[in-house]
């Protein structure tokens, strides 16, 4: 530590009959001229330019010649700091004009008058020069700063480094506030999670080949309890919380038993979408995944409906949307010129069983969007593993 | 899986169809199309030639100079070494400029100073089997200079369909199920199959036994008279097109009957069955079974065993055995088609490791009535091909099977409700019956009659049906319905708010990244943090090993993400947000594990160089960064305590390691009673502190490094700030710069409490701004110093203010041990 151990303040002064002396912040600067002040006790100094000042009086009343020598001086000045000083030592407190003025008691009655209008002219010439000596000096700064100096426009502005939010993070925000704008209620579910769940509930009982389908951790030997494979369950979970009419989505993380390489990860991110209503229809899914895709892709969705199986759905289908990168084919739509985006369907009356909910009486839809995915797709990311890589080299780019 | 367009051709018009429209039209109607492709391309730039003429190799003995006529004015001269090479014979000539399989590139050349210009291919060569003794001769006489394909009649496409789209469509895993759905998709006729027996001989039929419940069917055929052999060439062509390789007759015929109807089917040599019979039961503990694959297989009761008396002869519904496989000289066969439980061969062949053809199609639910009729239409295809074979006796045909065709209702309006309003029950009826269902209508009611190879899984409510019609209807024809409800926001979700807040804020203001880290830790990651023994939630199918635990907190996470950032950053902000699991409180739940939801954030940054200022540590800008956070959010300040060592995780610093707590309820304002104030409960939602030392050599980290986690469910608990604003004062503040000598452990706690209590309430913020300690305060001591203002709430203070409240102070000073120093 290189500095002192106090810093200028309001301290306990020790000097002798000098009571606590105000704080600098709070103080008034020193003049340069103390006017002798007398009541301190300190003996009265003479300025040598006010002798001379006071020698000239008697003589000149009006003191031409001292004009004179300031104005030398005032022209001569370089910067405010000179200026100020000559108006401290003139017009200020214990300057010249002071100076004068406490002489005139001393002259002759009759000269009093004129040596008083003499000093007060005085001090209004010496006022107007400096004030106009200013003003030369600001233009002249003025000027000077217009010229630019040495401006290099090439030299590099100081980093301001800023933060990130996970490009998942984004993606998933921007769909929430999409999803919410329509009245869609923004769910949660465990990432561990029952089999029940995961699998039964959705129409997709032990041994069914689907099971084969999403390679499922198991939490023990069992299987009792799984890492949920899609989003899914919370379907099951929304339907058994809420009483229709349900729009719900559910982003989160999920998971799968694979290896994984450049496009295989175990773990990744889905959004599952639920609406369930009176007469909800093949249409509503349409309109809505449209929606979705404008807000995704920023522009008119041009999209197919094929037939897909998923058991917790019946009708099933891909959604695929014309590949925003090409017209002919290429490596993203693997010169199909369409990309199978989103897996949805119509909620399987088991399904909203399972939930509770009467299928004679309702009917409904469900998505599940690859959000992963589609930040790859949208930044062109061409290994998934950077996504959860932890790598601020990646990370800090969004 | 593959279909090949020619071997559909067997079953359905394809005139006027191309390759494309009819990928695209599946892919739209009925299951994925992955791929399309040209079967064997290069057998188009292949001709036919001529050999009009063949002399030896003047310098070779094995070489023969042939003269090639390949339909153009100059005929080509071919170096062969192929010693079936011989004028007359029509053969393949692979040109120069020519790409053959694996990429061989047929070049101009000189063998043995004879210039040679192109390749007379064997079959091999041409990817068309593994024959390579000679050159192949083609059948019959093929125009002279035509393409290899076009001449011989073999150009096809092959059509790739993803084979979880057929999941649900036990009926779709054979040609003739496709060219049921291009008839249905196209209108057109499916061609009859020949699948009756025919006539049988009166032996007597082999004694037939199933003792499993998994197999709901057994048939088997004697079959006599076959001389096993090469299949003819349309059949292997056909197999070679959907990646077949072909073998032998028998086992060519049985492969493309499976691949035809969708019914794996096994052929015995029936020498090697014994006279008392077929026996179908479950394998015995530890019985063992030599595969064809000739891979010795380790049995339990879980798997169904086709046995020979006693004697194990073939795996059931996966793979036959290698001792009763069919041989050369086999001319008696016993066929087998069964049906099999789909669950059950299901998990045979998972436990095995062992997915076969037939596996996979059992494993779909196939229909029990296919086993007839399958054997029927193998039986017909031997008997085109040696006219002289013969079923010896009426089949064996045992198990508890029941035709599963089932009728359903199917009510238009649903239809119409679930789809699109625009499908009449015309249309409905039409594509019913296109799609080979019994229709009966009343009014806008149907009953369908659902046929066995669409029931036993796929149709078996009245969605699956709607499902039908959407899909012939094409879905791309359904009008688009905007969603219409009332408008309510949805309810608010407090944990959501507080999420986006603190990410908002972490990467905004803080200027952190925000980090999503996987959801398994390392057990070597837990070693180093010293948090291996915890008790975590594992997989038991990890996919490596050291990679089976789930993560409590996203802290070991975030920790471990450091030393590899490090080696590109000197200054490394990271945070992340998620869940963590702890198992130890799954009871309370009902069972369910304990999920947590926790913020982690950590700060690295080079060591601060010596002298720096007492708040250059990471961990007091880290603390900062918190606050900021917790204020953000609307909450009280947060109060910070030491954390005991063993509270503390063990990869925080025993001592440098704080507690933030925050109260659990807000004193109503206004309302200040004399006398000390009553305890409020508080919650400690906050741990911070630097890293571990050992912890941080250990992961080769040589800088300051703080960590923080933010327990959001506590957060969550905590009431927020009322409302409301305090008025701008009307007095001015007096700053004043105070500097406390005090003994060293006399902490800055303590020096503003001090401060504190000399303001007599007219403190309006003390903040330190510098801690010394060295000779100028002497041993034992230090120095800190305070920007202090006062203020009060109804008048402007006086110097009298100030001087009092030094005063106050200096005796307060002395108490602590110290002095107020002056200047």
């Not at chain 1, 925000?173 to 923004?186: A, I, K, N, P, T």
């Not at chain 2, 059992?362 to 086993?371: A, G, M, Q, R, V």
């Not at chain 2, 064996?396 to 029950?425: F, H, K, M, N, Q």
């Not at chain 2, 603190?502 to 880290?517: P, T, W, Y």
Request: with cysteine.
């Amino acid at each position: 530590m290189g500095e002192l151990p106090h810093r200028p303040g309001l301290h306990v002064s020790d000097g002798p009959g000098s009571p606590a002396t105000i704080n600098e912040r709070f103080g008034v600067p020193e003049p340069l001229v103390r006017y002798s002040g007398g009541a301190r006790g300190v003996a009265p100094k003479t300025h040598p330019f006010l002798r001379f000042c006071q020698d000239g009086l008697a003589m000149d009343p009006k003191h031409d010649a001292l004009l004179e020598e300031l104005r030398t001086r005032i022209a001569a000045a370089t910067g405010d700091d000179e200026l100020r000083a000559i108006e401290r030592e003139t017009t200020g407190k214990g300057g010249v004009v002071q100076g004068l003025l406490a002489e005139i008691p001393k002259l002759d009655p009759s000269e009093r008058r004129a040596a008083g209008q003499g000093a007060n002219e005085l001090k209004q010439a010496i006022l107007a020069e400096l004030e106009s000596a200013r003003g030369a000096l600001a233009q002249a700064a003025v000027e000077a700063e217009r010229k630019g100096g040495d401006f290099d426009p090439t030299l590099p502005p100081p980093a301001l480094e800023r933060g990130s939010l996970h490009p998942v993070t984004s993606l998933t925000r921007r769909l929430e506030d999409l999803f919410e704008s329509m009245g869609f209620q923004v769910l949660d579910g465990p990432e561990v999670e029952l089999d029940f769940y995961n699998f039964e509930a959705l129409n997709i009982p032990a041994d069914h080949p689907a099971r084969d389908m999403q390679d499922t951790f198991r939490c023990d030997p069992a299987g009792e309890k799984v890492l949920r494979t899609h989003t899914s369950p919370v379907q099951i979970r929304a339907m058994e919380r809420l009483e229709p009419p349900i729009r719900a989505i559910a982003p989160g993380r999920v998971f799968r038993q694979e290896t994984t390489d450049a496009s295989h990860e175990h773990t990744f991110h889905q959004m599952e979408g639920l609406v369930v209503d009176r007469d909800i229809s093949v249409g509503h899914l349409i309109s809505t995944m449209k929606t979705l895709l404008r807000e995704v892709l920023e522009v008119e969705p041009e999209i197919r409906l094929r037939p897909g199986y998923f058991p917790f759905v019946e009708p099933g289908f891909e959604l695929d949307a014309r590949c925003p990168f090409c017209a002919e084919g290429c490596s993203v739509c693997k010169g199909t010129t369409w990309i199978e985006l989103l897996p949805c369907g119509m909620v399987h009356p088991n399904v909203l069983r399972a939930g509770g909910v009467d299928p004679e009486a309702y009917s409904g839809f469900a998505f599940g969007l690859g959000l992963s995915r589609l930040v790859m797709l949208h930044a062109g990311i061409d290994d998934v593993r950077h996504l959860l890589g932890g790598d601020l080299r990646f990370l800090e780019q969004f | 899986m593959y279909i090949s367009m020619r071997w559909l051709a067997r079953h359905v018009d394809l005139d006027g169809i191309t390759p494309e429209e009819l990928a695209r039209d599946l892919t739209l109607s009925t299951a994925e199309v992955e791929g399309l492709e040209r079967f064997a391309p290069h057998l188009s730039d292949v001709v036919v030639g001529h050999v009009t003429h063949r002399e030896r190799h003047p310098d070779a003995d094995k070489l023969n100079i042939c003269t090639v006529d390949v339909g153009k004015d100059d005929p080509l001269q071919i170096v062969c070494g192929a010693p079936n090479v011989d004028a007359g014979q029509r053969v393949a000539v692979a040109q120069v400029g020519c790409v053959l399989p694996e990429d061989f590139k047929i070049k101009k050349s000189k063998i043995r100073g004879v210039e040679s210009r192109g390749m007379i291919c064997s079959e091999r060569e041409l990817g068309l089997g593994d024959e390579h003794d000679g050159i192949w001769v083609l059948p019959g006489e093929p125009a002279i200079g035509e393409p290899v394909a076009e001449a011989l009649g073999i150009v096809d496409w092959i059509i790739e369909i993803d084979n979880k789209s057929l999941t649900h469509r036990p009926d779709l895993w054979g040609h003739r199920g496709i060219a049921r759905e291009v008839a249905a998709i196209y209108r057109r006729e499916l061609r009859p199959l020949d699948s009756d027996l025919g006539p049988t001989g009166d032996a007597a039929p082999l004694p037939l036994r199933v003792e499993s419940d998994a197999c709901s069917r057994y048939l088997a055929v004697g079959i006599e008279g076959v001389t096993n052999g090469r299949s003819p060439d349309w059949m292997r062509n056909l197999l070679l097109a959907v990646g077949q390789r072909p073998l032998t007759l028998c086992v060519d015929l049985s492969n493309f009957v499976m691949l035809d109807l969708g019914q794996p089917n096994h052929l015995f040599d029936r020498r090697r069955i014994s006279p008392e019979g077929i026996v179908v039961r479950d394998a015995r503990e530890g019985e063992t079974l030599e595969t064809l694959d000739g891979v010795e297989r380790k049995l339990d009761p879980s798997d169904m065993l086709i046995c020979s008396g006693n004697a194990p002869v073939a795996l059931a519904g996966i793979m036959g055995g290698e001792a009763s496989s069919v041989q050369d000289d086999t001319t008696e066969l016993l066929l087998e088609v069964a049906s099999f439980d789909a669950a059950r061969v299901r998990r045979s062949s998972a436990r095995l490791g062992l997915r076969t053809d037939a596996s996979a199609r059992f494993e779909k639910s196939l229909d029990p009535t296919l086993p007839m009729e399958t054997a029927g239409h193998l039986v017909n295809l031997l008997r085109e091909l040696q006219p002289g074979v013969r079923v010896t006796a009426s089949p064996s045909d045992e198990g508890t099977w029941s035709d599963p065709a089932l009728t359903l209702e199917l009510r238009g309006e649903r239809v119409r409700s679930l789809l699109s309003p625009e499908i009449d029950d015309d249309e409905i009826e039409d594509i019913l019956r296109r799609l080979t269902f019994g229709v009966q209508r009343s009014g806008s009611n149907f009953t369908v009659d659902v046929p066995s190879r669409r029931s036993t899984k796929d149709v078996t409510i009245e969605q699956d049906l709607v499902e039908e019609i959407g899909r012939i209807h094409r879905y791309g024809n359904v009008p688009e319905r905007r969603l219409e409800a009332e408008l309510l926001p949805p309810p608010r979700d407090e944990r959501r708010r507080m999420v986006r807040s603190l990410e908002e804020r972490a990467a905004g203001a803080a200027r952190f990244h925000e980090v999503m880290s996987y959801s398994f830790v390392e057990d070597e990651l837990l070693g180093r943090l010293g948090i291996a023994d915890q008790e975590r939630i594992e997989v038991v199918n990890p996919v490596a090993e050291g990679v089976s635990k789930i993560r409590r907190s996203v802290m070991p996470s975030l920790i471990g993400a450091l030393p590899q950032n490090l080696h590109h950053r000197d200054e490394v902000r990271l945070f992340e947000i998620g869940k963590g699991y702890l198992p130890e409180l799954a009871e309370e739940e009902g069972g369910e594990p304990v999920e947590v939801h926790e913020m982690g954030l950590l700060w690295s940054a080079p060591k601060p160089k010596k002298g720096a200022s007492f708040d250059a540590a990471r961990r007091m800008h880290l603390q900062a960064v918190v606050a900021d956070l917790v204020a953000d959010l609307g909450l009280p300040p947060i109060r910070w305590a030491a954390c005991g060592e063993d509270e503390a995780p063990p990869y925080l610093h025993p001592v440098r390691t704080l507690v933030g707590y925050l109260p659990l309820s807000i004193q109503a304002p206004g309302k200040k009673k004399k006398g000390a104030p009553a305890p409020v409960e508080e919650l400690a939602v906050i741990w911070l502190g630097d890293l571990e030392p050992g912890i941080a050599r250990d992961l080769e980290v040589d800088a300051d490094v703080a960590v923080a986690s933010l327990l959001i469910d506590g957060l969550l608990e905590i009431p927020r700030r009322p409302p409301g604003y305090n008025p701008i004062p009307k007095f001015p503040a007096v700053k004043v710069d105070v500097a406390l000598a005090v003994p060293a452990e006399c902490s800055a706690g303590d020096a503003r409490g001090a401060i504190e209590k000399a303001g007599k309430g007219l403190v309006r913020s003390a903040r330190l701004f510098d801690v010394y300690s060295g000779e100028q305060v002497g041993e034992g001591r230090k120095s800190l110093a305070w920007s202090v203002e006062l203020q009060a709430q109804d008048r402007t203070l006086s110097d009298k203010d100030g001087a009092k409240f030094l005063d106050r102070l200096e005796r307060l000073c002395t108490d602590l041990g110290g002095e107020l120093r002056r200047s």
